[in-house]
Structures are given as C-alpha cells and as structure tokens.
C-alpha cells in the first residue's frame, strides 16, 4: 500500500465536515490484473434527489521541486485512476485535493495548468489543512 500524503488526515477530517462519509480508505481498485490505491471514497447523501452521491479523492501536495512535474504525476495518475472507475464504479467521480494555496497560485492564475484541468476535464477541490476545511469545489458543486 502506498504511503499517506502529508496533509490525508486533513482531507479526511475536511471532507467530514463538508458532509461526506468516508467509505473507504484507501479506495482499492483491481483492474487488469493492476492494483490501484485512491486516496480516499466518499459518499453523500442528497436528501432532495433521495440518492447518494459518491467521489473517489486523490491527495497531492505539488511540494515537489517542480510544479510542472508534479502536474504531469497528478493528472497521469487521474486519468489511469479515472480509467478503472469508469469501468468498475462509473457512479464515483474522480477529485484531486490540492492544498488552498495551491489551488489559488497555480489552478487559479496560470493559463497551462487551467488548460490543463479544463480538456482533461479535471475535477479539483482545494482545502485548507490548518483548519481542515474544503473551501473550494471546481467546478462549483451544487
């Protein structure tokens, strides 16, 4: 099993106080022979739909020595980790947590990395790991 990112348990705790239900983690995925480690799933409850919304998280920290090499590892492992979902739990959508900061200096303001989630269809939330909050979904979540 691979090791926990440095901020996991303040994802976890963030995504509890949004709502969510951890259900699984890690999320483990056996597909091909391959065995896939998500970070995290989590279920939601949508009383006005009467259903049950369900997410897979992958946690990244882009504390890497280059942020442009960090990118390619987290939307590389998104599309392999969206690949297996898609077949095997097509009701769980794929987030990558990224600290708030990271999400405001580089999702937010850098045309590449925009481009980047835009065409790959990225789905991204960012979080606060002083106080363990989720503070913002992209796209916006209803």
């Not at 994802?11 to 509890?16: I, K, T």
């Not at 020595?65 to 095997?88: H, M």
């Not at 303001?109 to 989630?117: G, K, Y």
């Amino acid at each position: 099993m691979p090791a926990l990112d440095k901020f996991h348990s303040a994802v976890r705790h963030a995504l509890e106080k949004d709502g969510w239900t951890i259900t699984h983690d890690p999320l483990t995925l056996n597909f091909g022979g391959e065995r896939l480690f998500i970070d995290l799933g989590a279920e939601q409850i949508i009383a006005a739909e009467k259903g049950t919304r369900k997410i897979a998280v992958e946690i990244k920290t882009f504390a890497g020595l280059s942020k442009v090499s960090d990118l390619q590892d987290a939307i590389g492992q998104c599309v392999i980790c969206r690949v297996a979902l898609r077949r095997l739990q097509p009701d769980r959508v794929l987030y990558l947590a990224v600290p708030e900061a990271v999400l405001q200096e580089l999702f937010q303001n850098r045309e590449l990395w925009q481009a980047t989630v835009t065409d790959e269809n990225i789905r991204l939330f960012g979080y606060d790991a002083i106080t363990e909050e989720v503070v913002q979904w992209f796209p916006t979540t209803n």
